[in-house]
């Protein structure tokens, strides 16, 4: 079954630099993961968790080649909490954040929000500069970035308010910054609520920005994107299509098909969907796999 698809709002802003490292050598890593978000969050840091294994050669690497350079030690000291987590003896906690191969990095907010993550090899520099990425000495880095202040957003029961415009250093908004999660949550239980985003729970994944309205639903989208983010980032399918060219969708113009929330650039494009939404759909998902995921 189809539901049309409406509007939503939010904002996010850019990161300022890294605060100077501290004079220790080394990383300091946590004995327990609940430590870990404890100390990040008297402290105002990240929290970077690796997940490993004993039997894992690349894990082993990382630790030598990686974990021991001082560049590294320091931009980890400066940004976030370290911790490691053995993937065999917490299964549970490696499902939780959607861990399919060892090693990965996840780094999150204080509150579990997930932020980021690096799968596999990864070169000293590279660990660093996404660190660095989501850091911010302008604010607790628990925040995944810094926002800037927008009036209440007031929500309307046939059309949200338009979306208000995020800056330059950031993608533009998925869904104008509601609730991805919330959204097809609800429209799968057949429910039309919207649910705005939160400034202090985003994730960016192929080119859009999406917010989300809590810590849980934020952890939800970051273990499977692809299902709640819309189908090519809420770019007109019919218009990919039918005329190879890429045109953004619009709130007013959606559709709820296959568990997806599609968006199309015109009534007309929507029309031609709702014609033949088996083609679209199943062309849809091949040129997405063709996207690079964001982080």
Not at 5 to 25: E, N, S, W, Y
Not at 194 to 201: N, Q, T
Not at 262 to 272: D, G, I, K, P, V
Request: charged letters at 20%; glycine letters at 8%.
């Amino acid at each position: 079954m189809r539901y049309l698809v409406k509007a939503f709002v939010g904002a996010i802003a850019g990161l300022g630099p890294v605060a100077a490292a501290l004079a220790q050598p080394g990383i300091p890593w946590s004995a327990t993961f609940e430590g870990a978000k404890d100390q990040a969050a008297q402290s105002g840091r990240l929290v970077m968790v690796h997940f490993w294994a004993p039997w894992c050669p690349v894990c082993l690497d990382t630790e030598r080649d990686v974990y021991s350079q001082p560049s590294v030690a320091a931009t980890v000291r400066a940004t976030s909490v370290a911790v490691k987590v053995n993937h065999d003896e917490s299964p549970e906690l490696a499902a939780r954040y959607g861990v399919r191969r060892l090693p990965t990095v996840v780094v999150l907010a204080p509150d579990g929000t997930p932020l980021d993550r690096v799968e596999g090899r990864v070169t000293p520099q590279q660990l660093s500069d996404r660190l660095k990425r989501q850091t911010s000495p302008a604010m607790p880095s628990g925040h995944r970035q810094a926002v800037h202040e927008q009036p209440t957003l007031q929500h309307h029961s046939t059309r949200p308010p338009a979306g208000i415009q995020p800056t330059h250093q950031n993608p533009p908004l998925g869904l104008d910054g509601y609730c991805a999660v919330s959204l097809s949550d609800d429209l799968l239980a057949n429910r039309r609520r919207w649910v705005p985003g939160s400034k202090a729970h985003g994730v960016i994944h192929r080119g859009r920005t999406y917010l989300f309205a809590d810590a849980e639903k934020a952890a939800r989208f970051f273990q499977d994107p692809d299902r709640y983010a819309p189908i090519l980032s809420g770019r007109d399918v019919v218009a990919a299509i039918d005329e190879g060219r890429a045109a953004e969708g619009r709130r007013r113009h959606g559709a709820f098909f296959g568990n997806r929330v599609y968006l199309f650039s015109s009534e007309a494009t929507l029309q031609r969907f709702e014609d033949q939404p088996n083609r679209y759909a199943d062309s849809a998902v091949r040129l997405s796999a063709r996207t690079p995921r964001a982080r």
